[in-house]
Nanobody
Framework: QVQLRESGGGLVQPGGSLRLSCSAS????????MRWYRQPPGKERESVAA???????MYADSVKGRFTISRDNAKNTVYLQMDSLKFEDTAVYFC????????????????WGQGTQVTVSL
């Protein structure tokens, strides 16, 4: 059983910063892509940032230059450093990992965290 747990959400003023963390636990053989998504109120879930196992990163245009994704493979953890936060960054943030559980013969599967609320407000 693999579980992802996020932390670090909260209330912040515009221009402020938050750092989200997401750690995977359980019977993990390997982790490939690590990603962050968000779902603003009343809107569809959208991709925010991604990190490949090789170290490549990608960002949504709306967060480029403000958000930084990083990973600690030894800790099975992905981070999202969010700076210069704006009102429109308010959303539930979800982490997603492509995990090969148990053994090398097990296919890689996407796992999701439960989400953490980020609210940017005065």
């Amino acid at each position: 059983q693999v579980q992802l747990r996020e932390s670090g959400g909260g209330l912040v003023q515009p221009g402020g910063s938050l750092r989200l963390s997401c750690s995977a636990s359980g019977s993990i053989f390997n982790i490939y892509a690590m990603r962050w998504y968000r779902q603003p109120p009343g809107k569809e879930r959208e991709s925010v940032a991604a990190s490949s196992v090789g170290g490549a990163t990608m960002y949504a245009d709306s967060v480029k230059g403000r958000f930084t994704i990083s990973r600690d493979n030894a800790k099975n953890t992905v981070y999202l450093q969010m700076d210069s936060l704006k009102f429109e960054d308010t959303a539930v943030y979800f982490c997603n990992m492509e995990i090969q559980a148990t053994s090398r013969w097990h296919p890689a599967t996407d796992y999701w965290g439960q989400g953490t609320q980020v609210t940017v407000s005065l």
